[in-house]
């Protein structure tokens, strides 16, 4: 069993930055893919960023070169440090792992910008 925690979300002005973090304890795999996925009122979960143990990212083309994933593989915590914040950014932000056919996700954080 994998337990993930996010923290950092919060309410931010259009412009602005925030950092999310996600701690996982339990039974971790090193080649776990770690990620941040988002849902809306209204929407669909969607995917942000994701991360491999190697650093390989990959990220939804609504955030590029604005949001940026990381990891510590020695803490177990994945970040999502966000800039240039937009109201269309609003959402529960949501930490996910997945290795093979297991997957697990947070509880989610929300996140909300102001204009």
């Known amino acids: 069993q994998v337990q993930l925690v996010e923290s950092g979300g919060g309410l931010v002005q259009s412009g602005g930055s925030l950092r999310l973090s996600c701690a996982a304890s339990?039974?971790?795999?090193?080649?776990?893919?770690m990620g941040w996925y988002r849902q809306a009122p209204g929407k669909q979960r969607e995917l942000v960023a994701t991360i491999t143990y190697e650093d390989n990212t990959n990220y939804a083309d609504s955030v590029k070169g604005r949001f940026t994933i990381s990891r510590d593989n020695v803490k177990n915590t994945v970040y999502l440090q966000m800039n240039s914040l937009k109201p269309e950014d609003t959402a529960v932000y949501y930490c996910?792992?997945?290795?093979?056919?297991?997957?697990?996700w947070g509880q989610g954080t929300q996140v909300t910008v102001s204009s």
């Open positions: 996910n792992y997945k290795v093979g056919s297991f997957t697990s």
């Open positions: 339990g039974t971790i795999f090193r080649f776990a893919v």
